[in-house]
C-alpha cells in the first residue's frame, strides 16, 4: 500500500449503555500521550450502526479524530457526537476522504444521515482508539471515557477534538487544532 498502518486497542460489552440523554453533547476522554505522536481516533460501537464504505469490521462503528496532549498527568479531552460519523476510509480513518475506487466518504457536518442518532447512542456497547494514518511510534494511555452534555472546565481550548484532521484544518469549535 505505500501507506502508514494502524493500530487499534478495543472494548466490548455484553451490557449495553443508554448515552442518548447526551446526544447533544459529547464524550470526553482523560489522557496523556507520551512522544510526538498525538493525532488519534476515537470510534464507539452501537446496534444499528452502518457499515462504512470499503468496510472489513463485522460491527458499523463512529469515528472521530482527538488530539492526545504531550503531558506527564492527564488531560481532559472533549469530542463532540456531531463530529462522529460511520462513513470513514479504511485508508485514512477520516470521514471527508476520497478512496482510490472513487468513493468520497461524508462527515456528519456534511450529511445528517452521517451522524449518530439518540436511538444508536441508547445501545453503545464498545469503543476503540486508533492510531492511524501517520507513520511513527506511538504510546497512549487512557484513563476514563464518560458521556457529557458538553465539554468540562477542565477541557481546554487545545483539548477540544473532533474535526480536526491531522493539521489540515486551523480551528475546530473555535479552537487551535496544531
Known amino acids: 500500500m505505500k501507506a502508514p498502518g494502524f493500530c487499534r486497542a478495543t472494548t466490548g460489552s455484553i451490557f449495553l449503555e443508554d448515552t442518548s440523554a447526551y446526544l ?3 464524550l470526553e476522554l482523560s489522557v496523556r500521550a507520551r512522544g510526538n505522536y498525538t493525532a488519534f481516533k476515537l470510534a464507539f460501537t452501537a446496534i444499528g450502526v452502518p457499515l462504512h464504505h470499503g468496510g472489513h469490521e463485522a460491527l458499523g462503528q463512529f469515528k472521530s479524530t482527538f488530539t492526545a496532549p504531550t503531558s506527564a498527568g492527564f488531560k481532559t479531552v472533549y469530542v463532540p457526537f456531531n463530529s462522529f460519523s460511520w462513513d470513514w476510509s479504511d485508508f485514512t480513518g477520516l470521514c471527508s476522504t476520497k478512496d482510490p475506487d472513487g468513493y468520497q466518504h461524508k462527515c456528519c457536518s456534511d450529511d445528517a444521515s452521517k451522524c449518530p442518532t439518540a436511538k444508536q447512542l441508547s445501545t453503545m456497547d464498545g469503543f476503540s482508539i486508533w492510531a492511524e494514518g501517520i507513520a511513527g511510534p506511538f504510546h497512549l494511555e487512557v484513563e476514563s471515557i464518560t458521556a457529557v452534555m458538553g ?12 474535526c ?4 489540515q484544518e486551523t480551528t475546530c469549535h473555535g479552537a487551535p487544532c496544531c
Open 164 to 167: 480536526c484532521s491531522p493539521c
Open 151 to 162: 465539554p468540562s472546565s477542565s477541557a481546554g481550548n487545545a483539548t477540544k477534538s473532533g
Open 24 to 26: 447533544k453533547g459529547g
